[in-house]
């Protein structure tokens, strides 16, 4: 199930007025002029009695709120009649909003209703509420319901990005009937951001989702050809005299839990009390505090298992619910395109409370548990002229080890957005600050900055009918520490100064590092078949951000453009097909070329909604140099590659739904080839248990895999590589099981084996840029290292059992066991795939047992 912004995908401003009709004296009273529902404005009733929340329209209410009719197809066919009727009516009182939704079906029996967990889509049918409160056609928010009851609700920004981390607390209650189905929803007024004027006219539109004939209707139409969803909402009307909206909203809870940890090289279990809360205060109309004292986030689903070989470091999603709520409005982007976007930007939340940072360096063993956030909090801002601010702090505990060694310093975050929005939205200019100052000492001063600042202006400007865009930025980075802080910064793998081809000043000596960065963007963002964007992108050598942000390299400029064909109607034997095409261009910033490469994709999504994706890249067209493979030093020459891939995926209306991708590489004249299976098959029975289970398998050889960098006795600094034959297989379980809306079991389970061994150690020769590939490499005479090179045997597994009852609307309970297994030997070994999971069974586990029990209170 995919959310009605995901489908749209794109954008668009439309002013939608309400019209007015004359309605006729009845027995000689007055003419009065009535508002009534138009084919883009709707209008409120107000209610004198609350309609109860039963999904029954025999409330006073609805017997008189007038209909909103009109419903368009626009999915598959746009503009089509809908091949079932629908009709909504709109109520609302002091303090809430009233929805009624009559989605009318002649076959009842075959309406798709699943339960799940909440904020979970479902192959189900749906009715979604989108409602722009500010009517400012930029930001809004959405609350949907499928046929079984399961709410969803996203916050919107930038005119069409989801936030799906918001939760609002409100009610709705659906029924399925002889005529279809109904949802009835009651939306306090108190969940939603608006101005302080006596009436209100909110964007407002509603969408249903009839899932068994993959066709989506709403009112007033949405376009898919139009740049973005939230300027397409029509109007509500009627709206006045909302009551103050409540000032406080408080979260507090209570954590039980018993954790694994290492103390002395050996496993104990430590079990704690702890209480914290969230909370929400209103500070002005348009300003809300959001803070949260002593977190805990042990409900969160673990990051999923991973080897990194690379010189980049791994990028993982943030899922703690207070960081990403709100994320979007602290957005701010680097090295990102519509070609090859690796999550990089200003602002990384992860790096909030990670683990401690220097327990590799002081201590034998990590820390099982990740750094204690002290309290944090966001300062948010709307107003009706299109400002935006957000301000976010955060402050996180020091941490020590054996004998008194800091693994962690006591450490402030902070960030600043601004961004106002002209034209109606469709141009806007901002800026963005962040910072990092940490409480330094003997340990933690040769290896960590002491303070770290980045600031950045960007622009967007929208032209031509609003179907194009040109957008651009500009950030100045400053990092300072001790000299042997900053010394290990340069060395650092995103910058690498110490490359000895590179012509960059690596200082010993110096306590600051100061860079930059440059973005400039061109494309179409509307029409309907054709789109496309070009980009430069450029970061300089001393480009550092990764204190608070992710940067995975630096010195680099780039060019890149898509160009994309969409046929979004439906034709004889499909409904949807998509056209990319790419070419990226790659140099470091003293301009050695890195990469060039071309990739075509196509996506086709049948009439039985089975679905086809093939693609391809052809790499390393030209002469191209990396200069990262030898981890600090100089640039190799590289060969062509190509890496065509498929995938398929079945039916999800169905009750078993088959996938399968399949990835291919084959570079270097054959020297390096890679093989990716990843079959998945999705189950689902009785509506309320839905499963999942893949498998990741992969066979990869690298003929020039980095094994590491020696230095003589003389100095001399030999840059070795291997041949590595490795094999990863991974599995992933999902289990769901969903006893009512508000009550839900979920399992999750993953096993992770990577093993390899390597052969044929040898060193760069003098002249690593040789057309010739074997004239790249020279022996490399030390018995020590290439006599028995090794391998490795990585194995690891990631669990989580929650079990998640809302008692109360916004007041949750959470029962969680989360289990962690890992080892390592540095040898392939001789088992097979069954001894390796056999050995994981064995490995000593890392158990969290967690009860949360948190209480919404609203004042």
């Known amino acids: 199930m995919i959310s009605t912004i995901a489908l749209l995908g794109l954008s668009l401003s439309l002013q939608t007025p309400v019209l007015a009709q004359t309605i ?3 027995h000689g009273t007055t003419p009065a002029r009535i508002a009534v529902p138009s084919a883009t404005g709707a209008v409120a009733t107000r209610a004198t009695v609350a309609p109860a929340i039963d999904g029954k329209d025999d409330d006073q209410v609805w017997a008189t709120a007038p209909a909103v009719t009109g419903f368009k197809q626009w999915r598959p066919i746009e503009g089509k009649e809908p091949r079932f009727k629908t009709e909504a009516k709109v109520a609302y ?28 889509f479902t192959s189900s049918d749906m009715i979604w509420v989108f409602i722009d409160s500010y009517h400012d056609r930029r930001t809004g928010y959405e609350f949907g319901v499928n046929a079984a009851g399961v709410k969803i609700d996203q916050a919107v920004y930038d005119g069409g990005n989801e936030d799906g981390a918001w939760d609002a607390v409100w009610d709705v209650a659906t029924r399925i009937d002889s005529l279809g189905w109904t949802a009835e929803f009651r939306i306090p007024f108190s969940q939603m951001r608006y101005g302080s004027e006596r009436s209100h006219t909110f964007g407002f539109t509603i969408d249903r989702d009839i899932y068994r004939y993959q066709e989506r209707v709403s009112w007033p139409m949405f376009s898919q050809a139009k740049p973005d969803m939230v300027s397409q909402l029509g109007s509500l009307e009627g709206l006045n005299e909302l009551e103050a909206p409540r000032k406080l909203e408080a979260l507090p809870y209570v954590v039980s839990k018993s954790a694994s940890q290492i103390v002395n090289n050996r496993y104990t279990q430590r079990t704690t009390l702890t209480a914290g809360g969230d909370l929400k205060y209103r500070v002005a109309p348009n300003v809300t505090l959001d803070a949260t004292v002593n977190p805990d986030f042990g409900q969160v689903e673990s990051d999923p298992a991973v080897l990194n070989l690379s ?6 999603d943030e899922r703690r619910p207070f960081f990403v709520a709100g994320r979007g409005l602290f957005r ?32 034998d063993t990590v820390p099982l548990q990740p750094t204690t956030i002290i309290g944090a909090a966001k300062l948010l801002g709307r107003f009706p002229n299109g400002l935006t601010f957000g301000i976010l702090d955060a402050t996180t505990e020091h941490v020590s080890g054996a004998g008194d060694k800091t693994f962690e310093p006591l450490t402030n975050f902070g960030v600043a957005r601004v961004r106002q929005d002209i034209r109606n939205g469709n141009s806007s200019v901002g800026a963005m600050f962040t910072a990092v100052n940490r409480s330094l000492d003997q340990w933690s001063s040769p290896y960590l900055a002491g303070n770290a600042y980045a600031g950045a202006i960007d622009f967007r400007h929208r032209l031509l009918g609003n179907n194009y865009e040109i957008s651009g930025s500009l950030d100045q980075s400053r990092v300072h520490g001790s000299a042997a802080s900053i010394l290990g910064l340069q060395r650092d793998a995103v910058h690498y100064y110490q490359r000895p081809d590179a012509g960059l000043p690596l200082d010993s000596t110096r306590t600051v590092l100061n860079g930059d960065a440059e973005e400039l963007k061109f494309g179409k963002v509307g029409g309907q078949h054709l789109m496309f964007e070009s980009s430069y992108q450029r970061r300089s050598p001393g480009f550092e951000v990764n204190d608070i942000g992710f940067l995975r390299r630096a010195d680099q400029q780039s060019w890149n453009t898509w160009v994309g064909f969409f046929d979004r109607n439906q034709r004889a034997f499909y409904n949807r097909f998509q056209w990319n095409n790419n070419w990226w261009q790659y140099w470091t910033a003293g301009g050695l070329p890195l ?27 030209g002469t191209t140099f990396d200069d990262r493979a030898a981890r600090g030093g100089p640039a190799i020459r590289q ?12 039916d999800d209306r169905r009750s078993v739904v088959p996938m399968l991708w399949v990835n291919y590489v084959r570079g270097n004249a054959g020297r390096n080839r890679s093989l990716n299976l990843s079959p998945e098959v999705d189950y689902k029975l009785g509506g309320q248990f839905s499963s999942a289970f893949s498998v990741n398998w992969s066979h990869d050889i690298n003929d020039h895999q980095w094994f590491g960098n020696f230095t003589d006795s003389d100095g001399q600094k030999h840059y070795t590589f291997a041949h590595l034959d490795q094999k990863t297989t991974s599995a992933t379980v999902r289990l769901n099981y969903t006893f009512s809306p508000a009550v839900s079991l979920q399992i999750y389970a993953q096993p992770f084996i990577s093993k390899g061994s390597y052969s044929s150690v040898r060193q760069l020769s003098t002249n690593p840029r040789a057309a010739a590939y074997d004239d790249r490499y020279a022996a490399y005479d030390n018995p020590a290292v290439t006599s028995d090179p090794g391998g490795f045997n990585f194995k690891q597994f990631q669990s989580n059992v929650v079990f998640r009852w809302e008692y109360l609307p916004g007041s949750t309970l959470f029962l969680v066991w989360n289990e962690g297994r890992q080892g390592f030997a540095p040898a392939e070994g001789v088992e097979g795939f069954g001894g390796d999971v056999r050995g994981l069974a064995r490995l000593h586990p890392a158990n969290t047992f967690l009860v949360k029990m948190s209480y919404w209170l609203n004042r």
């Open 332 to 363: 701010f982007d680097v090295n990102c395109n519509n070609v090859n976007c690796n999550g990089e930007g200003l602002y990384y939340s992860r790096r909030i409370g990670r683990t401690p940072d220097l327990a590799g360096i002081y201590g």
């Open 639 to 650: 060969d062509s590659y190509i890496a065509p891939w498929m995938g398929i995926n079945g």
């Open 24 to 26: 006729k004296p009845v």
């Open 93 to 120: 009182d002091a303090a809430n909003l009233y929805v009624f939704v009559r989605a009318f079906d002649p076959h009842p029996d075959s309406i798709i209703r699943l339960l799940e967990r909440r904020d979970t």
């Open 595 to 621: 990469e060039a490469a071309y990739n075509t994709n196509t996506h086709l999504t049948f009439k039985n909604n089975w679905s086809i994706h093939a693609g391809g890249t052809v790499g390393q067209l």
């Open 311 to 316: 010189a980049y470091e791994s990028f993982f």
